[in-house]
């Protein structure tokens, strides 16, 4: 009988047999890269997703623009009533829809007031009236018009509150503004106390305005990292249609430029 060589049965040494394994000190190395990896594409990530917020906030602006610009195109050029109550009204019916139907509806979950408004006919998407960075996704509205537009019938007679504390008559028609390209007509507020204790989902009403000229108004919602080159600024609307991102502070100068158009003018 034929044998077989004894070289056909050799076996590999036990060193040769053991399988490739990471060292406890090459993981740490990896875990150590990938936290640096990590780190340094993060906040590129972060910076992109709010570039694409702020795309999508001028996006609803400029819709809730087009909205109040259509709204005054069939209501002889006057504005929707926008107040801080509900006792005004608007070619003498009484308590017609304020653009947000506002303050009266604090039991509902937010949607009411925006679908009971005056601008729903024309914005009749309820996402356009939320700043896609707003930090709680519950709340349902972020956006407010200044409180010197309103087309109610009593408003040459019912001031408005301004940042220098005297009283001024408001408008009750867009072009009243002297100066649009500088005049801010809506911006996302975030004011003092928001969100609010009672249970509200959205802001109390469409009415944005400051008496205190040293308050950084109106508040930020593209803050998500204080970081990138987006925080702390918000974005605001001007009433030749532009959108322009801006601290709260600048915003807060666009605001008071219709008060110094106001205060100028000569009296009649």
């Known amino acids: ?104 509806l604090v039991a509902t979950n937010g949607i009411l007031s925006i679908t009971q408004g005056s601008l729903w006919r024309y914005v009749n998407d309820a996402r356009v009236y939320r700043c896609p960075s707003r930090p709680n996704k519950d709340y349902v509205r972020s956006y407010s018009m200044a409180s010197y537009f309103s087309g109610a019938d009593d408003v040459k007679t019912k001031p408005t509150p301004a940042f220098d504390r005297v009283v001024h008559a408001r408008a009750q028609k867009f072009i009243e503004a002297e100066r649009p390209a500088q005049t801010l007509l809506l911006t996302e507020e975030n004011p003092p106390g928001f969100p609010p204790e009672d249970g509200r989902t959205f802001l109390n009403d469409g009415f944005f305005a400051h008496e205190d000229p040293h308050r950084e108004q109106p508040g930020s919602y593209h803050n998500a990292d204080p970081f990138t080159l987006l925080g702390g600024k918000a974005n605001v609307i001007f009433v030749d249609g532009h959108v322009q991102l801006l601290t709260p502070k600048q915003a807060s100068l ?11 003018k000569p009296k009649q």
């Open 1 to 104: 009988m034929n044998t077989l060589p004894l070289s056909c049965f050799s076996v590999r040494p036990r060193s040769q047999r053991r399988h490739a394994a990471f060292t406890l000190v090459e993981l740490l190395v990896v875990m150590v890269i990938i936290s640096i990896l990590v780190a340094l594409v993060f906040p590129a990530i972060t910076g992109m997703k709010e570039k694409a917020n702020v795309v999508l906030c001028t996006s609803n602006l400029k819709q809730l623009f087009n909205g109040l610009m259509a709204f005054a195109t069939e209501n002889e050029g006057r504005c929707p009533m926008n107040e801080n109550d509900t006792a005004s009204t608007m070619f003498g019916v009484p308590n017609k829809p304020n653009w947000i139907a506002g303050s009266d």
């Open 254 to 264: 666009a605001f008071e430029s219709f008060f110094h158009d106001v205060a100028t």
